[in-house]
């Protein structure tokens, strides 16, 4: 289906006339809708290709002006030379675009097909998720969590790369190796699982024993401490190559494992997952390790991990060790897989389901986060998380029929948050989180860790109850205007606090599925 407001901010971008509040919407929605990202490219190609075949016109335009005054003894060294400028001039727009898409902020300002690349902007990765990584000094990602070309060793724990050209990394340690290109990494001890994307077809993992070139396809390599070598193919075909000359020397197919060393192959079974963690295992260890930190959070009223309890899946156990024990309960909604596989969450379907709560006390800051999924907005207001009825004091944490935030808000004064700079997508798993912080009078939305809108109000003496609230329904309200949540909820947590924007920021990473806006 056709976006005609998302093709217009491409185009814009494109053409380097975006205002910045357009430049921030588009931001946003490349970095959370994956169909946004898929359009963005299409797009781009397409004006890519335009502009290169406009270059064309132009330079046979002027070859043409200029071989008509010349003798023909000196035309035959110049058209090869136009046809090269050419051809260089479209291979730098197609990096400068690329540099353009895989930097953080998207930009209006276009930049030009001869422009320098910068050697600091030479990112070739970026760090998705991790679980307890602990890295030599100065061979990790660093807090940016940035892979550049250079040596990185992982001392213990798993971690999670995406490079530039959509290629997916999982690291097992200790493994230690070299990352060339975008192309290339040499393992020299540990293991590495690759995901390659047809586009990054005949990206290498390479040993000292061997060369292993993907050809489409989920493959892991691992080294030991003896520098055997050995790969396990997933998905697709994988081939073997001699180190040196690069001669083929095997096939390794779906579902088998080869052992190299020197020049002797040897089949193998296929090794434990242990070896060879997925993208999704590495998440799900990653927020494991989180969801043990947090519920020792002093400040947590409550947090519902969203576990389901086998002796009364009717009830929403709360996990904060110094909250008030305040467990939900559960009506109607089922529980069903979460974000990834082995971990739970509970689906609003059918009129009527919602999970019931009471967190008592009055509180003069509160913030809320939580993990979901919407599958619909089928009524004018969706809920999240709503307070009963519009009693002083009281929240709706609510999603409106086109996404926007705009309506949720704290009431004594009725006040509403506006001005929003995105939406919450449909279909896809997200970070949605809500701040009151009565020092600087503002209530804060943000969306997988950035601020979505900010809303000054200044009600001096203003506490938040949340005794008498309900996760996916607005109840004791007209009738018909339920306002139930349809999707999925997996995770959600109360505090007595304002958090800043960068424990959110981290809560949205650490907690993330297993790739970027799925």
Not at 39 to 50: K, P, Q, T, Y
Not at 70 to 94: D, H, M, Q, Y
Not at 114 to 125: D, F, I, T
């Given at each position: 289906?056709?976006?005609?407001?998302?093709?217009?901010?491409?185009?814009?971008?494109?053409?380097?006339?975006?205002?910045?509040?357009?430049?921030?919407?588009?931001?946003?929605?490349?970095?959370?809708?994956?169909?946004?990202?898929?359009?963005?490219?299409?797009?781009?190609?397409?004006?890519?290709?335009?502009?290169?075949?406009?270059?064309?016109?132009?330079?046979?335009?002027?070859?043409?002006?200029?071989?008509?005054?010349?003798?023909?003894?000196?035309?035959?060294?110049?058209?090869?030379?136009?046809?090269?400028?050419?051809?260089?001039?479209?291979?730098?727009?197609?990096?400068?675009?690329?540099?353009?898409?895989?930097?953080?902020?998207?930009?209006?300002?276009?930049?030009?097909?001869?422009?320098?690349?910068?050697?600091?902007?030479?990112?070739?990765?970026?760090?998705?998720?991790?679980?307890?990584?602990?890295?030599?000094?100065?061979?990790?990602?660093?807090?940016?969590?940035?892979?550049?070309?250079?040596?990185?060793?992982?001392?213990?724990?798993s971690a999670y790369f995406r490079l530039r050209n959509g290629v997916d990394l999982t690291l097992q340690g200790p493994a230690r190796f070299t990352l060339h290109d975008l192309s290339r990494i040499t393992l020299v001890q540990g293991a590495i699982r690759a995901l390659v994307p047809e586009g990054a077809r005949g990206f290498t993992i390479e040993s000292s024993e061997a060369r292993f070139e993907d050809l489409g396809t989920e493959f892991g390599v691992e080294v030991d401490a003896q520098g055997r070598s050995a790969v396990s193919v997933f998905d697709g075909e994988v081939r073997v190559k001699t180190p040196d000359t690069n001669r083929p020397l095997a096939l390794v197919r779906f579902g088998q494992a080869l052992e190299v060393k020197g020049r002797e192959l040897r089949p193998l079974q296929k090794p434990s997952s242990a070896s060879f963690p997925s993208m999704e295992a590495v998440a799900s260890r990653g927020w494991q390790a989180e969801s043990r930190r947090l519920r020792q959070d002093p400040d947590l009223l409550a947090y519902y991990p969203f576990e389901a309890d086998p002796a009364d899946p009717h009830l929403l156990r709360d996990a904060a060790l110094h909250g008030t024990g305040a467990d939900g309960t559960i009506q109607g909604a089922q529980w069903v897989t979460g974000r990834w596989s082995g971990k739970s969450a509970l689906q609003f379907e059918s009129p009527g389901d919602g999970v019931w709560l009471s967190l008592p006390g009055e509180h003069k800051d509160v913030s809320m986060a939580a993990w979901i999924r919407v599958d619909r907005l089928d009524h004018p207001l969706n809920a999240v998380l709503n307070t009963n009825g519009w009693s002083e004091g009281g929240f709706h944490w609510q999603i409106n029929r086109i996404g926007s935030l705009s309506s949720s808000g704290i009431y004594g004064g009725r006040h509403g948050s506006i001005d929003q700079k995105g939406r919450v997508p449909l279909g896809q798993w997200v970070h949605l989180a809500l701040v009151w912080d009565s020092q600087a009078g503002e209530l804060r939305h943000f969306l997988n860790g950035d601020v979505l809108c900010v809303r000054g109000w200044k009600h001096p003496g203003f506490r938040v109850s949340l005794e008498d609230a309900c996760i996916g329904r607005l109840e004791k309200w007209e009738p018909g205007d339920h306002r139930e949540f349809r999707g999925r909820i997996d995770e959600m947590a109360v505090w007595r606090r304002a958090l800043s924007g960068a424990e959110l920021k981290r809560f949205a990473e650490l907690g993330s599925p297993t790739r970027p806006g799925q």
């Open positions: 289906m056709q976006d005609p407001r998302l093709d217009f901010l491409v185009h814009g971008f494109l053409d380097g006339g975006l205002s910045e509040e357009d430049a921030e919407e588009l931001d946003l929605r490349i970095r959370t809708e994956p169909t946004a990202r898929r359009r963005f490219w299409e797009l781009a190609r397409m004006h890519g290709e335009l502009r290169l075949w406009g270059e064309r016109r132009v330079a046979q335009g002027h070859a043409a002006r200029t071989l008509a005054h010349l003798p023909p003894e000196k035309t035959a060294r110049i058209l090869p030379r136009k046809r090269l400028w050419v051809s260089v001039s479209a291979a730098a727009a197609a990096v400068a675009l690329a540099a353009l898409v895989f930097g953080g902020r998207f930009s209006s300002q276009v930049v030009e097909p001869h422009a320098p690349v910068s050697a600091s902007r030479e990112v070739l990765g970026l760090r998705v998720v991790e679980s307890e990584a602990v890295y030599v000094s100065g061979k990790g990602p660093g807090n940016a969590g940035e892979l550049r070309a250079g040596d990185y060793e992982l001392q213990e724990g």
